[in-house]
């Protein structure tokens, strides 16, 4: 009897250890979520379908799609948008507008929860695209963004539908100072599909691990 009910302990003893880092992430993640006011959002096929830039300024590569992406990362992913970002867009979409917008890609993993905050361009044009910048940083966007205008023109120019930026990462609370160009090569081994620098396509999208 004795020997069982420490074989009963042991088993149980095991199993939390099992479940407890995944039940901590989980709550963590939804600490998240209710802290940064951030609701579970469906984001349109064509962002999805879409490529994406990884540098706010001067990238030097395309990547993508999006959807291609986030099979990458691994663990349970879930779009996020914040609850003042979504009445901001609901609103511009009943005045016919088409704003630029934030989401959070949130990958929870045994351990921790990381989130990928992308910005969505719904731009049809390197010039729409650079018009944005301008609109936010003025008279410096030519100096910041003059150059990328060009490549990204060349990039929709073959075909591809640059429809997303990856701004950074957020990982244990802490936002990562690395760009996430390097960081997503490196992590993932994502390979570039485009390179903007010399205005040609390069090999397959996504090369897992």
């Known amino acids: 009897m004795f020997k069982r009910l420490c074989l009963a302990a042991s088993m149980i003893m095991l199993a939390s250890l099992i479940v407890t880092p995944a039940a901590v992430t989980g709550e963590s993640a939804q600490k998240f979520r209710q802290e940064n006011g951030l609701l579970a959002y469906a984001p349109p096929s064509w962002f999805l379908q879409g490529y994406f830039i990884a540098r706010e300024r001067n990238p030097a590569y395309l990547f993508g799609p999006v959807q291609d992406f986030v099979q990458t990362v691994g663990g349970k992913t879930t779009w996020l948008i914040e609850d003042a970002e979504l009445k901001r867009i609901e609103r511009a979409a009943t005045e016919g507008d088409n704003p630029e917008y934030s989401l959070f890609l949130e990958v929870v993993l ?68 690395q760009a996430p160009e390097g960081l997503i090569m490196s992590r993932y081994e994502l390979q570039p599909v485009f390179d903007l620098g010399g205005g040609r396509r390069l090999g397959s999208a996504v090369k897992t691990k």
Do not use: M, N
């Not at 990928?116 to 910048?133: C, I, N, T």
């Not at 990328?148 to 929709?156: C, D, I, N, P, W």
């Open 110 to 177: 045994p351990e921790t929860t990381e989130y990928w905050v992308f910005v969505v361009l719904p731009h049809e044009s390197g010039q729409a695209w650079f018009d944005a910048r301008r609109a936010y940083h003025g008279r410096k966007a030519e100096d910041y963004y003059g150059k990328t205008q060009g490549e990204l023109e060349t990039a929709l120019s073959q075909g591809f539908k640059i429809k997303a930026e990856l701004r950074f990462l957020i990982e244990k609370g802490d936002t990562c100072l």
